[in-house]
């Protein structure tokens, strides 16, 4: 089991950025892939940004070059920096961790709780 905590999410003005962070701990594999979405009411929760395994990132359209997502693989943190915020980006935020013991093992899928960013106009 993976557990995840986020923190971070909170009211901003347009223009400002805020920093979300998800810290996991328990069954960590060495195989671990991370990604934040978002979800407003009413609609499917969306990709915001990835992680894998590799280092390499990928990014929705709408977010791209003012998100960035990282790691810090000494704490089992993944982050997510959020500038130039507006209000299309109010949403829960949620934290997704896929984690495998070694490359052929069983992947396992864990969410965080969410967090609510509320960007003002």
């Known amino acids: 089991q993976v557990q995840l905590v986020e923190s971070g999410g909170g009211l901003v003005q347009a223009g400002g950025s805020l920093r979300l962070s998800c810290a996991a701990s328990g069954t960590i594999g060495s195989i671990n892939v991370m990604a934040w979405y978002r979800q407003v009411p009413g609609k499917q929760r969306e990709l915001v940004a990835g992680l894998t395994r590799y280092g390499s990132t990928n990014y929705a359209d709408s977010v791209k070059g003012r998100f960035t997502i990282s790691r810090d693989g000494a704490q089992n943190t993944v982050y997510l920096q959020m500038n130039s915020l507006k209000p299309q980006d109010t949403a829960v935020y949620y934290c997704?961790?896929?984690?495998?013991?070694?490359?052929?093992?069983?992947?396992?899928?864990?969410w965080g709780q969410g967090t609510q960013v509320t960007v003002s106009s």
């Open positions: 997704n961790w896929k984690t495998r013991a070694y490359l052929y093992a069983t992947e396992y899928d864990y």
